[in-house]
Protein backbone atom coordinates (compact mmCIF):
# COMPACT_ATOMS: atom_id res chain seq x y z
CA UNK A 1 0.00 0.00 0.00
CA UNK A 2 1.04 3.43 -0.94
CA UNK A 3 -0.49 5.95 2.00
CA UNK A 4 -0.28 9.41 2.03
CA UNK A 5 -1.17 11.61 4.74
CA UNK A 6 -1.89 15.42 4.49
CA UNK A 7 -3.56 18.21 6.33
CA UNK A 8 -3.35 21.65 7.41
CA UNK A 9 -0.45 22.87 9.28
CA UNK A 10 -0.28 21.76 12.96
CA UNK A 11 -3.21 19.83 12.67
CA UNK A 12 -0.79 16.81 14.17
CA UNK A 13 -0.64 14.79 10.18
CA UNK A 14 3.57 13.98 11.63
CA UNK A 15 2.54 12.83 14.48
CA UNK A 16 -0.37 10.23 13.19
CA UNK A 17 1.98 9.18 10.59
CA UNK A 18 4.76 8.44 12.60
CA UNK A 19 2.12 6.05 14.74
CA UNK A 20 1.16 4.50 11.64
CA UNK A 21 4.50 3.84 10.18
CA UNK A 22 5.43 2.45 13.67
CA UNK A 23 2.48 0.48 14.35
CA UNK A 24 2.81 -1.24 11.01
CA UNK A 25 6.41 -1.81 11.21
CA UNK A 26 5.27 -3.42 14.61
CA UNK A 27 3.29 -5.67 12.61
CA UNK A 28 6.07 -6.92 10.40
CA UNK A 29 5.45 -4.73 7.48
CA UNK A 30 8.64 -3.29 6.02
CA UNK A 31 7.63 0.23 5.98
CA UNK A 32 9.33 3.36 3.91
CA UNK A 33 8.64 6.30 5.71
CA UNK A 34 8.91 9.23 3.23
CA UNK A 35 9.29 12.50 5.12
CA UNK A 36 7.76 14.90 1.98
CA UNK A 37 8.03 18.01 4.25
CA UNK A 38 11.88 19.49 3.68
CA UNK A 39 11.82 19.53 8.12
CA UNK A 40 12.58 16.73 8.81
CA UNK A 41 9.82 16.57 11.39
CA UNK A 42 8.66 13.03 10.39
CA UNK A 43 12.27 11.74 11.02
CA UNK A 44 12.81 13.37 14.38
CA UNK A 45 8.97 12.23 15.61
CA UNK A 46 10.30 8.80 15.04
CA UNK A 47 13.38 9.27 16.88
CA UNK A 48 16.01 8.88 14.35
CA UNK A 49 19.29 10.51 15.24
CA UNK A 50 19.35 14.29 14.42
CA UNK A 51 22.90 13.81 13.07
CA UNK A 52 22.04 11.34 10.77
CA UNK A 53 19.15 13.16 9.60
CA UNK A 54 21.09 15.69 8.74
CA UNK A 55 23.61 14.09 6.61
CA UNK A 56 21.25 11.86 5.00
CA UNK A 57 21.36 12.45 0.84
CA UNK A 58 17.68 13.65 0.16
CA UNK A 59 15.40 11.96 -2.57
CA UNK A 60 15.69 14.46 -5.21
CA UNK A 61 19.71 13.28 -5.52
CA UNK A 62 17.50 9.92 -6.61
CA UNK A 63 16.82 10.56 -9.82
CA UNK A 64 19.78 9.35 -12.17
CA UNK A 65 18.69 6.00 -9.72
CA UNK A 66 15.49 6.55 -10.81
CA UNK A 67 15.70 6.80 -14.52
CA UNK A 68 18.51 3.87 -14.33
CA UNK A 69 15.74 1.31 -12.71
CA UNK A 70 12.61 2.43 -14.72
CA UNK A 71 14.47 2.87 -18.00
CA UNK A 72 12.30 6.46 -18.37
CA UNK A 73 9.32 7.77 -17.84
CA UNK A 74 6.01 5.02 -17.44
CA UNK A 75 8.62 2.35 -16.36
CA UNK A 76 8.21 0.14 -12.90
CA UNK A 77 11.02 -1.03 -10.28
CA UNK A 78 10.71 -3.35 -7.53
CA UNK A 79 12.68 -2.37 -4.26
CA UNK A 80 14.73 -5.99 -4.66
CA UNK A 81 17.75 -6.49 -2.60
CA UNK A 82 20.03 -4.99 -5.18
CA UNK A 83 17.83 -1.93 -5.61
CA UNK A 84 17.86 -2.10 -1.79
CA UNK A 85 21.64 -1.68 -1.38
CA UNK A 86 21.79 1.55 -4.09
CA UNK A 87 19.34 3.16 -1.75
CA UNK A 88 21.06 3.16 1.23
CA UNK A 89 22.91 6.47 0.66
CA UNK A 90 18.75 7.87 1.01
CA UNK A 91 17.82 5.89 3.89
CA UNK A 92 18.21 5.57 7.28
CA UNK A 93 17.09 2.19 8.70
CA UNK A 94 15.05 1.35 12.29
CA UNK A 95 14.23 -2.08 12.51
CA UNK A 96 11.30 -2.48 9.78
CA UNK A 97 11.25 1.20 9.30
CA UNK A 98 13.45 2.83 6.26
CA UNK A 99 13.35 6.44 6.31
CA UNK A 100 13.67 8.78 3.59
CA UNK A 101 13.77 12.88 3.00
CA UNK A 102 12.63 14.68 0.29
CA UNK A 103 15.19 17.99 0.06
CA UNK A 104 16.84 20.16 2.53
CA UNK A 105 15.39 23.05 3.72
CA UNK A 106 16.49 26.13 1.05
CA UNK A 107 17.08 29.82 2.00
CA UNK A 108 14.08 32.26 2.02
CA UNK A 109 13.50 33.80 -1.49
CA UNK A 110 15.41 31.26 -3.38
CA UNK A 111 13.77 28.71 -5.37
CA UNK A 112 10.70 26.22 -4.91
CA UNK A 113 10.62 22.75 -4.46
CA UNK A 114 9.36 21.34 -7.87
CA UNK A 115 12.55 19.68 -8.68
CA UNK A 116 12.14 18.01 -5.41
CA UNK A 117 8.43 17.26 -5.55
CA UNK A 118 9.06 15.91 -9.14
CA UNK A 119 11.38 12.99 -8.37
CA UNK A 120 9.35 12.01 -5.55
CA UNK A 121 6.03 11.86 -7.64
CA UNK A 122 8.25 9.86 -9.64
CA UNK A 123 9.72 7.57 -6.90
CA UNK A 124 6.40 7.00 -5.80
CA UNK A 125 4.28 5.88 -9.35
CA UNK A 126 7.32 3.54 -10.53
CA UNK A 127 7.63 1.43 -6.97
CA UNK A 128 6.13 -1.89 -7.63
CA UNK A 129 5.75 -3.21 -3.41
CA UNK A 130 6.06 -6.76 -2.57
CA UNK A 131 3.40 -8.26 -0.21
CA UNK A 132 4.11 -6.68 3.55
CA UNK A 133 5.89 -3.31 2.22
CA UNK A 134 4.29 -0.27 2.58
CA UNK A 135 5.40 3.04 1.34
CA UNK A 136 3.89 6.41 3.95
CA UNK A 137 4.20 10.33 3.14
CA UNK A 138 3.94 12.68 5.03
CA UNK A 139 2.95 15.32 2.91
CA UNK A 140 4.20 18.84 3.57
CA UNK A 141 1.64 21.04 5.65
CA UNK A 142 -1.22 22.73 2.95
CA UNK A 143 -2.58 22.33 -0.15
CA UNK A 144 1.06 23.18 -2.12
CA UNK A 145 2.31 19.46 -2.81
CA UNK A 146 -0.98 19.09 -4.27
CA UNK A 147 -1.02 21.43 -6.76
CA UNK A 148 2.52 20.07 -7.88
CA UNK A 149 0.79 16.27 -8.14
CA UNK A 150 3.74 15.11 -5.88
CA UNK A 151 1.21 12.49 -3.99
CA UNK A 152 -0.37 11.09 -7.08
CA UNK A 153 -0.14 7.37 -7.42
CA UNK A 154 -0.80 6.52 -4.13
CA UNK A 155 -3.71 3.90 -2.76
CA UNK A 156 -4.92 6.36 -0.43
CA UNK A 157 -4.81 9.50 1.32
CA UNK A 158 -5.96 10.90 4.83
CA UNK A 159 -6.59 13.74 5.35
CA UNK A 160 -5.82 15.40 8.87
CA UNK A 161 -8.23 17.26 10.85
CA UNK A 162 -8.90 19.08 13.66
CA UNK A 163 -12.15 19.95 15.44
CA UNK A 164 -12.49 23.51 14.12
CA UNK A 165 -13.86 25.19 10.68
CA UNK A 166 -10.97 26.11 9.36
CA UNK A 167 -9.13 23.04 9.64
CA UNK A 168 -12.19 21.56 8.11
CA UNK A 169 -12.54 23.90 5.50
CA UNK A 170 -8.32 22.90 4.44
CA UNK A 171 -9.08 19.03 4.69
CA UNK A 172 -12.21 20.01 2.01
CA UNK A 173 -10.14 21.95 -0.24
CA UNK A 174 -7.55 18.77 0.06
CA UNK A 175 -10.02 16.36 -0.72
CA UNK A 176 -11.26 18.44 -3.52
CA UNK A 177 -7.55 18.50 -4.83
CA UNK A 178 -6.58 15.25 -4.55
CA UNK A 179 -9.71 13.63 -6.07
CA UNK A 180 -9.19 16.14 -9.21
CA UNK A 181 -5.44 14.01 -9.25
CA UNK A 182 -7.25 11.23 -9.34
CA UNK A 183 -6.77 9.65 -6.33
CA UNK A 184 -9.97 7.28 -5.73
CA UNK A 185 -9.40 6.32 -1.53
CA UNK A 186 -9.72 9.74 0.29
CA UNK A 187 -10.25 9.49 3.98
CA UNK A 188 -10.38 11.94 7.10
CA UNK A 189 -8.74 12.00 10.48
CA UNK A 190 -10.25 13.65 12.87
CA UNK A 191 -7.24 14.76 16.08
CA UNK A 192 -6.91 16.36 18.96
CA UNK A 193 -10.58 15.72 19.80
CA UNK A 194 -11.39 16.54 23.71
CA UNK A 195 -14.67 16.19 24.20
CA UNK A 196 -17.62 14.75 22.62
CA UNK A 197 -19.42 17.38 20.78
CA UNK A 198 -15.84 17.33 18.81
CA UNK A 199 -16.64 13.99 17.80
CA UNK A 200 -19.99 15.43 16.39
CA UNK A 201 -18.54 18.56 15.01
CA UNK A 202 -15.89 16.44 12.44
CA UNK A 203 -19.01 14.16 11.90
CA UNK A 204 -21.31 16.47 11.03
CA UNK A 205 -19.07 18.61 8.67
CA UNK A 206 -17.50 16.06 6.45
CA UNK A 207 -18.97 13.64 4.48
CA UNK A 208 -20.72 10.93 6.64
CA UNK A 209 -18.79 7.87 5.16
CA UNK A 210 -15.23 9.62 4.82
CA UNK A 211 -14.48 9.97 8.39
CA UNK A 212 -12.05 6.10 9.19
CA UNK A 213 -10.91 7.34 12.64
CA UNK A 214 -11.25 9.84 15.43
CA UNK A 215 -7.98 10.33 17.77
CA UNK A 216 -8.75 12.40 21.26
CA UNK A 217 -5.96 14.94 22.43
CA UNK A 218 -3.30 13.17 24.01
CA UNK A 219 -1.17 15.49 26.61
CA UNK A 220 1.87 12.76 26.10
CA UNK A 221 1.79 13.71 22.24
CA UNK A 222 3.21 17.16 23.78
CA UNK A 223 4.96 15.80 26.52
CA UNK A 224 7.35 13.67 23.81
CA UNK A 225 7.59 16.21 21.29
CA UNK A 226 9.33 18.59 24.27
CA UNK A 227 11.41 15.65 24.95
CA UNK A 228 9.83 15.26 28.62
CA UNK A 229 9.51 11.52 28.15
CA UNK A 230 13.00 10.70 27.79
CA UNK A 231 13.72 6.71 26.26
CA UNK A 232 9.85 5.74 27.22
CA UNK A 233 7.69 4.54 24.16
CA UNK A 234 4.60 6.01 23.88
CA UNK A 235 2.30 4.77 21.30
CA UNK A 236 -0.87 7.68 20.84
CA UNK A 237 -4.47 6.43 21.46
CA UNK A 238 -6.90 5.39 18.49
CA UNK A 239 -3.72 4.45 16.48
CA UNK A 240 -4.11 0.59 16.24
CA UNK A 241 -7.52 1.11 15.48
CA UNK A 242 -6.86 3.62 12.67
CA UNK A 243 -4.41 1.08 11.13
CA UNK A 244 -6.73 -1.56 10.93
CA UNK A 245 -9.41 0.56 9.09
CA UNK A 246 -6.46 1.68 7.04
CA UNK A 247 -5.65 -1.69 5.86
CA UNK A 248 -9.59 -2.61 5.32
CA UNK A 249 -10.51 0.78 3.98
CA UNK A 250 -13.29 0.93 6.34
CA UNK A 251 -14.76 4.10 7.68
CA UNK A 252 -15.98 4.15 11.12
CA UNK A 253 -19.51 3.92 11.80
CA UNK A 254 -21.33 7.16 12.86
CA UNK A 255 -22.18 6.04 16.64
CA UNK A 256 -18.10 5.26 17.30
CA UNK A 257 -17.49 6.28 20.82
CA UNK A 258 -20.82 6.10 22.06
Not at 165 to 179: D, N
Not at 227 to 256: C, H, K, M, Y
Request: hydrophobic residues 45%; charged residues 20%; glycine residues 10%.
Amino acid sequence: MKLAISGKGGVGKTTIAAGLITHFARQGYQVYAVDADPDTSLGMVLGLPGERLGSLKPVVEMRELIAEYTGGSGAFFSLNPEVDSLLQDYTIRSNNILFLKMGAIKPGGSTCYCRENAVLNAMVNSLILKRREMVVLDMGAGIEHLTRGTARGVDLMLIVTEPTLVSIRTALVVQKLAAELGIEQIKFVGNKLRQPRDKEFILSHLPPDGVIGLIPFQAEILDQAAGFTGEQSFTAAGIAELATRVLNRRAIAPDIGE
